[in-house]
């Protein structure tokens, strides 16, 4: 009898074992990205390296025209049932600078109520790697209910490669998305829809230069995250940029050539001039014709510090009133491949990281 129970014993802890080792061969990538969760300040910003497969070519199949479709397919896919949202929205800038050593910049702050970051590298198969920045809060994270709460805040941060706002990849093309009221866009012309925080992640997975990030939006329906009206700076290692805006569902592009090497929050296209940030943007433009374009990181951050939406209508328009700051101010430089970002605009808080 004895021999028996010790048999069972044995086969039931055997079992065990197996099922804990399939476990853990199976979410082996999400395991060990959960684990790469750190904490860099109490602002809170963390970092994360995602070693897991978000499989973005299986989503750029169908794509999503709506938050909600965007969170079923992350759910599904990537968190296995564990429900949160997408809300992105903020008031921002973005321009870019060739250094005195001929290296291009992008410099770029994002304005909104106080946030959760996130600093994320991704690692594709079959795309390239990147570091790229979430706003934690757009996930549905929060100070009252954050990331170190419990597990499932903890899986929850899984879905950051869906939500990235800013970030480069080992191209040296770098891309960041800003808010404009007027700009909200709902394509349906037969193409595969993709939302505005996805769009980010399939040009920083899939384009190497400006021209094949256009190349790359053009074959899909943009539809607008949140119901905000948005649109993008592209730049990349050549000191090539555009501004990518949606007007009246169309896509428009503004070059380097036409002068758009800047954006903040209002409409660019035609000169309509809707929107807010106008005194940032003159700022910035600014600075770019004071220099000639030509700015050390330093000053490059130094400029982006200059110029926060804190305390300002447009801030209170955006954030429905409630207190905004610069959260995070980011100097890419696009041949180093190396970012700068400073949170809070706490120069105490200045971290750097490199892709090479």
Known sequence: MKKKLKIIGIAIISLIFIIIATFVSIFWGEIRTLFSFKEINDQPFYKMTYHANYDLDDFLKNGAATDDELVDFVTKKILKGIPFEVNPDGACSTFIATTPEDDNLFGRNFDYVPSIGLIVRTQPKNGYESISVVNLNHLGLSKDNMPTKNILNRVITLAAPYAPLDGMNEKGLAIGVLVIKDGVVHQDTGKVP????????MVLDKAATVDEAIELLEQYDMNSSGETGYHFQIADASGDTAVVEYIDNEMHVLTKEEGHIAATNFVLYN??????????????????????????????MNLLLSVPSQGTRESEEISGGIPTDTQWSCVYNLDDLTLQICTNRNTNRVYNYSLK
């Open 194 to 201: 993709i939302t505005t925080t996805s769009a980010i992640r």
């Open 271 to 300: 000169d309509m001039n809707k929107g807010t940030g106008q005194d940032r943007y003159e700022a910035i433009m600014k600075k770019q014709k004071e220099t000639n374009g030509i700015m050390t990181e330093q000053d490059a």
